[in-house]
């Protein structure tokens, strides 16, 4: 299993059908007390990613995506980050399924986006994630730290061994 952030798009456009799977996605995902306190705005106006570029601190590159999702959460709620995070998640592995790539960023001018996009003062832009098809074809994997090295059993420090699963 991998999935890859990448953010570096192709000028191919994504189907209607593939941005609401990926905005379902979202939905489908769990919340905290199924407070479902996430709201999401799909941006797709080339205007508006541009904007959207300029209204963050590490997330230029979102002007190339086709499409972005921002997701908004409740701050006053201590879940709203874990939240955002699950939610993300969905709609990454919901596009990755129909070949749309995506990567996100976190460095938000808030005030900015805030006007921009008349985000309300009870939401807070959390994060933005950018999708569109990949450049070039994507081949191999992540490398990631085998599993004994960051997975223990019962305790930290019981390196994880699948022969010691009950």
Not at 104 to 122: L, N, Q, S, V, W
Not at 127 to 144: A, E, M, S
Request: positive net charge; glycine residues 8%.
């Amino acid at each position: 299993m991998s999935k890859l952030d990448i953010r570096q798009f192709d000028s191919k456009k994504v189907a209607a059908e593939v941005k609401s799977r990926v905005l379902e996605a979202a939905r489908a995902s769990g919340t905290g007390n199924n407070k479902q306190e996430w709201r999401f705005i799909l941006v797709q106006e080339k205007e508006m990613l541009k904007r959207l570029a300029e209204d963050s601190t590490s997330g230029g590159w979102v002007a190339g995506a086709n499409f972005a999702v921002v997701v908004l959460s409740d701050p006053t709620l201590s879940f709203h980050l874990i939240d955002a995070g699950r939610a993300v998640q969905n709609m990454e592995l919901a596009a990755w399924d129909h070949g749309v790539i995506s990567g996100i960023y976190t460095g938000i001018k808030d005030e900015k986006m805030r006007k921009d996009f008349a985000i309300p003062g009870t939401l807070k832009p959390v994060v933005v994630v950018g999708f569109g098809y990949p450049v070039k074809r994507i081949v191999g994997k992540k490398n990631r730290m085998p599993l004994p090295e960051l997975a223990f059993i019962d305790k930290y420090g019981n390196k994880f061994d699948p022969k010691k699963l009950s």
